[in-house]
């Protein structure tokens, strides 16, 4: 079945960056996403990958900052983070779907543990 491991967050000040990795050891699903939930607020999508076009799907808070992309050889999605703000920090969840809308949270069946990514200024 379907099991998401998600790798790579930290600690880094604002104007870094770091890569989230999200290794699916279970068959792709059509629609991959990344997530993110801050203290106090609703979890929120931030990117997305759909596996048979290739193409990747962005909100506008992080458009021309982050970048999605996957590894098909390992079953991997990553989400480089560049320019990171302090608004960008929380516990990032990487989702896989077998379809639809690729920001909205019903859309996905399953779920990582979450990374922590914190950004200080």
């Known amino acids: 079945g379907q099991q998401l491991v998600e790798s790579g967050g930290g600690s880094v000040q604002a104007g870094g960056s770091l890569t989230l990795s999200c290794r699916n050891s279970?068959?792709?699903?059509?629609?991959t996403g990344w997530f993110r939930q801050s203290e106090g607020k609703e979890r929120e999508a931030v990117a997305a990958?759909?596996?048979?076009?290739?193409?990747?799907r962005y909100a506008n808070s992080v458009k021309d900052r982050f970048n999605i992309s996957r590894d098909s050889a390992k079953n991997t999605v990553h989400l480089q983070m560049n320019n990171l703000k302090p608004e960008d920090t929380g516990m990032y969840y990487c989702?896989?779907?077998?379809?639809?809308?690729?920001?909205?949270?019903?859309?996905?069946?399953?779920w990582g543990q979450g990374t922590q990514v914190t950004v200080s200024s």
């Open positions: 989702a896989a779907s077998y379809g639809g809308s690729w920001d909205q949270i019903r859309a996905y069946t399953h």
């Open positions: 279970g068959p792709s699903l059509r629609l």
């Open positions: 990958w759909y596996t048979n076009s290739g193409t990747p």
